[in-house]
């Protein structure tokens, strides 16, 4: 076995009781980072909170029919479907004495997870990135522009194939770090999964599908959602488009 992939193994099976006697940020009683990214623009879009023509599936349904979808059709999603996705997949639920619980587990409630999506083919918003503000259900744009299409889907080694939306799931390590310092980027890889798995399910709710994207241009993707690279980056993307 060569070097790195016994490396990248060792990675993500470290000894949990090695924090026993690590000294992390927070046994050092250091400041705890940011729980949330700020949005830079000042122009917010506040999504649907009640979804009134949504039909709703049952679990059972919604895990029968789910497969990867990699062909979507010409249908728009609605902005209401959209409020939908976003709202189940990773908002914010409440805070209790500064921890963040969520639609999905998040490792001690330490959620390093931030949510970025592309806007392609949505009734009622303009195509752009954007990064979802998970505590207020809001969107701020972080870029619109004419090459924006391309763009994206060279950073996804072109596979946005005629997909409604791309969600960006990105984590910013030092917030679980600071509780689990080398456990963290495996922590991060789970949850990051967690909340895949809940767009994939709430997908099927809305007749769409989902193809999640772990194969992509990191330093690509990185810079479009202008996030950087280093101590906040992507670890997985999904894209998301009506069924034909
Ligand atoms: C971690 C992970 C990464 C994946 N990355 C990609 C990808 O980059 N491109 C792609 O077309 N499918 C990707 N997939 C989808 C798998 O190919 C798909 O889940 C698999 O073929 C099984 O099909 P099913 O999802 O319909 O059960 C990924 C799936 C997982 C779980």
Not at 126 to 151: C, M, P, T, W
Not at 198 to 216: K, P, R, W
Request: charged share 25%; glycine share 4%.
């Amino acid at each position: 076995m060569n070097d790195l992939i016994k490396n990248a193994r060792k990675a993500i099976k470290p000894n949990w009781t090695d924090l026993y006697t690590i000294k992390t940020d927070r046994k050092l009683k250091k400041d705890e980072p940011q729980a949330f990214i700020q949005p830079k623009t000042g122009q917010l879009i506040d999504l649907k909170k009640t979804f009134e023509n949504i039909n709703q599936k049952t679990l059972s349904e919604a895990i029968g029919s789910r497969r990867s979808t990699r062909e979507y059709s010409d249908q728009n999603l609605s902005f209401e479907e959209l409020s939908y996705v976003l709202w189940e997949t990773c908002r914010v639920d409440h805070i209790d004495q500064g921890r963040v619980y969520k639609t999905i587990p998040t490792a001690g409630a330490t959620n390093s997870g931030e949510t970025y999506v592309y806007i392609h083919r949505v009734e009622g918003i303009d195509s752009g990135i954007y990064l979802y503000v998970q505590n207020q259900h809001q969107l701020a744009l972080i870029e619109k522009a004419d090459d924006l299409e391309n763009r994206v889907n060279e950073a996804l080694l072109k596979q946005l194939r005629n997909a409604n939306m791309v969600v960006f799931f990105t984590h910013v390590l030092p917030r679980v770090e600071y509780k689990y310092a080398h456990i963290g980027p495996k922590l991060a890889c789970l949850e990051a999964g967690h909340a895949c798995q809940n767009l994939s399910l709430v997908s099927e709710v809305i007749d769409s599908g989902v193809c999640a994207i772990a194969a992509y241009h990191q330093e690509k993707v990185d810079q479009l959602l202008q996030i950087n690279g280093e101590d906040h980056f992507t670890l997985y993307c999904a894209t998301l488009g009506k069924k034909k």
